[in-house]
């Protein structure tokens, strides 16, 4: 059972519930960032009379008991929808949020030409790897802490917060030293012991989509995020395993409009992944927020072709910034996607 409370509920009146609650032997899990907390009683029933009176103190908005699995992340339990802020920048509202940055932090040098161009072309964030997951053991793994300092040095000269991948448990202190956003990437959605640690660092956190994960294992992916208390969770579609070989994968902008149904939380699209191929990235991208998605996760690189790690997805500083005018554009010009 899930407890909506009022948007406009007083801190010591929400605690106030919580005690009672707990006095009471229920077990709760609270979510207060995104939006209007969320109280979700685990466990045993509540007894209507306890709901009446809850409904009664004018703190309790509703009481849902949404049917998906996924019940903190189901839609019914935040109708309002999820904003999630990183630094200053707020994802999850009508303004579409551009992340952008180097698959991988290579140099010093590459990594703060690229983030200079990338603010320069209109990115809110900046998203470099210091830990990469490679499929081959033999390949190039990211400059690990050196890459984390490197990120914060090139926060320091843009502003810009940086968002960057924790790839397993042992990393995640150290990573959350650095990173405004941890992101969890496609390998990783379903390290259950991972989501759990890195929710309860409290940061914001960029799940994306396993690339063969269903839309149902993707928000119950989330569903681990919140129910351990953390609510700064943005989806990251970035497309899945297919049967074409001419793409790296499909982009499923299917999962946009759906995930915005079924889910409150905020949810972005990654065109590079999506389809590997750079010239894919400009058109994908405009799919992507025609969707309604709340933003675009994209590789850029100051020299592309010499990128060490998926250098045919990243795009240079000039294209981005065609991007990002266009998406502002279309932004302006599209209705909100219809929910129902
Ligand atoms: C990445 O973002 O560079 C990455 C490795 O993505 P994914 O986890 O989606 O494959
Ligand atoms: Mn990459």
Redesign the pocket.
Known sequence: MILRLRADTEPHHRQALLDELQRAGFEVTVLTSGGPAIIAVNGRAVPDAFVGRFMRTGVVEEVVTPSEPYRLAARASRPEGTVVQVGSVRIGEREPVVIAGP?TVESRDQLLRTAEAVREAGASLLRG?AF??RTSPYSFHGLGERGLELLAEARERTGLPVVT?VLDTDHIDLVAQYADML?I???NMMNFALLRKVAATGKPVLL?RG?AATVEEWLLAAEYLLASGNDRVVLCE?GVRGFEPATRFMLDLNAVPLVRQRSHLPVIV?PS?GTGLRELVPPMSLAAIAAGAHGL?I?VHVQPEDALV?GRQSIDPATLAEIVRRVRLLAALAEEPVLV
């Open positions: 698959c790897g990469k997951p991948e992101q990437g496609s390998r994306k690339f970035r990654d992944h996760l590789e998926d």
